[in-house]
C-alpha cells in the first residue's frame, strides 16, 4: 500500500543541489544569486476545464510546468526551483509514474528544481509554481511599450486552438498536449524587449494586455502573422484567423522592441533557430488593436479565453 508520504518519495522527491534545502521538510529554503531578483508566478490546471478528463498523463506532467516556465520566458527571468501542489482521485501509480516523467523531463532541459509541493486526494488538478531569477531591474514588463516601436511573435499561432476542432492534425495536436516554452528567447530578450507577454489566451487579448499596461495602441497586419503551417492545406480562412487571433495556449511569446532592434532581433532568431515575425507597430493614444488584412482593412476580431466571461 502506498501512503501519501511514499509517493511523494517515489515519485517527486528529487535531490535539488540548487536549493539549500528541497523537499522533506516543511519548507524548502532557496538562496537567489547576489544582484538577482526572484520572479515568482503560479498556474492551475484543472481536469474538464484545461485538460479534459483521461488526457495522457506523460503530456499533462510537461504542460504543467511548460505553461509556468512560459511565464518565466515572458518575464525574462531564467527559471530555477518549482512547487507542485496535486490533488489525485486515488493513488494510481502508473498515472504518477508517467506524469513525473513528463514534469521531470522538462524540467531537466531547462535546469529547473522540483523543491516542494503538496499531495492531497480529491479531483485531478495540478498548480504549479515556479520561481526563476532576473538580474535587479531588468524584467520584461508588460508596461514598458513605446509608440514607434515594432509588434513581434515567437515560432507560430494558431495550431493549439486548431487542435481544439482538429485532433486529428498531430501537427495541432502536439502544440497543445505539449507546449514549448520560449526560455531561452526570454532571457535573451532582456535589454531588447521593450515589453513582453506570453500568448495563453489568444494573441489579441494578450497583446491587448501589453496596450493597456504601457497606455499604447497597435496596429498589426494579419498577413506578417506567423501561423501555424496546417492552415496552408486546410483552406479555411475564417477558421485560420480565428485560431491565430484568438486561439490560447500556444505558449509563444509577443513582445514589443525599439526598431533600432530589428537586427538584433533577426540575428536572434537565426542562433535560436526560432522564428521572429515582424507583424505591427506600435501607436501613440489608447489602448486599441487594429489588425488590418491585406488590403489594410480592419478585420474583426474574436475575444479571447475568459473564465469570467459574462
Ligand atoms: P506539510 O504537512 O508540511 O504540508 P507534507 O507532508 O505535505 O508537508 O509534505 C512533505 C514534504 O513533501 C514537503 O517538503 C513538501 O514540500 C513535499 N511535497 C509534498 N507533495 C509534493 C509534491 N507533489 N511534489 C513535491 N514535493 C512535495
Ligand atoms: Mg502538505
Redesign the pocket.
Known amino acids: 500500500m502506498s501512503s501519501?508520504?511514499k509517493l511523494?518519495r517515489k515519485y517527486?522527491?528529487r535531490p535539488a543541489p540548487g536549493a539549500a534545502l528541497g523537499?522533506?521538510?516543511?519548507?524548502?529554503l532557496l538562496r537567489p544569486g547576489a544582484g538577482l531578483e526572484l520572479a515568482v508566478s503560479t498556474d492551475l490546471l484543472l481536469e474538464g476545464r484545461h485538460f479534459r478528463a483521461g488526457a495522457e498523463p506523460r503530456a499533462l506532467g510537461h504542460k504543467a510546468l511548460a505553461v509556468n516556465l512560459s511565464d518565466m520566458a515572458a518575464m525574462g527571468a531564467a527559471p530555477r526551483w518549482a512547487?507542485?501542489?496535486?490533488s489525485l482521485p486515488s493513488a494510481d501509480e502508473p498515472w504518477l509514474a508517467a506524469f513525473a516523467e513528463g514534469f521531470f523531463a522538462l524540467a531537466a532541459r531547462f535546469g529547473v528544481e522540483?523543491v516542494?509541493?503538496?499531495?492531497t486526494r480529491g479531483p485531478l488538478s495540478v498548480c504549479v509554481t515556479i520561481l526563476g531569477e532576473v538580474p535587479t531591474g531588468r524584467a520584461l514588463l508588460r508596461s514598458g511599450a513605446a509608440p514607434g516601436d515594432d509588434v513581434w511573435v515567437s515560432g507560430e499561432l494558431g495550431g493549439a486552438a486548431l487542435a481544439l476542432s482538429r485532433p486529428d492534425i498531430a501537427a495541432a495536436a502536439q502544440r497543445l498536449a505539449q507546449p514549448e516554452p520560449r526560455v531561452a528567447l526570454g532571457t535573451r530578450l532582456r535589454g531588447v524587449a521593450s515589453a513582453a507577454i506570453d500568448v495563453s489566451d489568444g494573441f489579441a487579448q494578450d497583446l491587448g494586455h501589453i496596450l493597456e499596461s504601457s497606455g499604447v495602441g497597435a496596429t498589426v497586419e494579419y498577413e506578417c502573422m506567423p501561423k501555424c503551417a496546417a492552415f496552408g492545406e486546410l483552406g479555411d480562412r475564417k477558421l485560420e484567423s480565428r485560431c491565430v487571433l484568438s486561439g490560447g495556449d500556444d505558449y509563444e511569446l509577443v513582445f514589443t522592441a525599439p526598431r533600432d532592434r530589428r537586427a538584433a532581433l533577426e540575428q536572434l532568431a537565426g542562433e535560436l533557430g526560432l522564428a521572429l515575425a515582424r507583424v505591427g507597430a506600435i501607436e501613440k493614444g489608447n489602448a486599441r488593436l487594429r489588425i488590418v488584412d491585406r488590403n489594410r482593412k480592419p478585420m474583426r476580431v474574436a475575444r479571447g479565453f475568459d473564465h469570467f466571461a459574462p
Open positions: 501519501e508520504f511523494i517527486f522527491a523537499v522533506g521538510d516543511d519548507a524548502a512547487l507542485l501542489a496535486i522540483l516542494g509541493g503538496d499531495t
